[in-house]
Nanobody, 128 residues
Framework: QVQLVESGGGLVQAGGSLRLSCAAS????????????MGWFRQAPGKEREFVAA????????DYADSVSGRFTISRDNVKSTVYLQMNSLKPEDTAVYSC?????????????????WGQGTQVTVSS
């Protein structure tokens, strides 16, 4: 079965850093990880899920939400079937459950419905 498993979340003070990982496995035949664009989304308490970052299947053309641009970096390792989100200069407003998602089209997208598979998410809490 397809699985996207996030890790790396936790509690950090404002200004600190975290590195999230998302490992993919069990993708359908003919749809290797390297064919999927990958995205990160987050959902804070009482708010809608929002786009954070995305990266194309070959690791190019990263896309970021304005709120995280310059602080977060998305990257991927197609050999390890893993996508990463390096989060620096964290702010309390970054507190949310962060989920990774796979897009079989291979292009970056900020639209949730264009992602085929989702992880369960990992909690990131930034204290002030």
């Amino acid at each position: 079965q397809v699985q996207l498993v996030e890790s790396g979340g936790g509690l950090v003070q404002a200004g600190g850093s975290l590195r999230l990982s998302c490992a993919a496995s069990g993708l359908p035949f003919g749809l290797p990880f390297s064919r999927c664009a990958m995205g990160w989304f987050r959902q804070a308490p009482g708010k809608e899920r929002e786009f954070v970052a995305a990266i194309t299947r070959n690791g190019g053309s990263p896309d970021y939400a304005d709120s995280v641009s310059g602080r977060f970096t998305i990257s991927r390792d197609n050999v390890k079937s893993t996508v990463y989100l390096q989060m620096n200069s964290l702010k309390p407003e970054d507190t949310a459950v962060y989920s990774c998602a796979a897009n079989s089209i291979g292009t970056t997208s900020t639209v949730q419905y264009q992602y085929n598979y989702w992880g369960q998410g990992t909690q990131v809490t930034v204290s002030s």
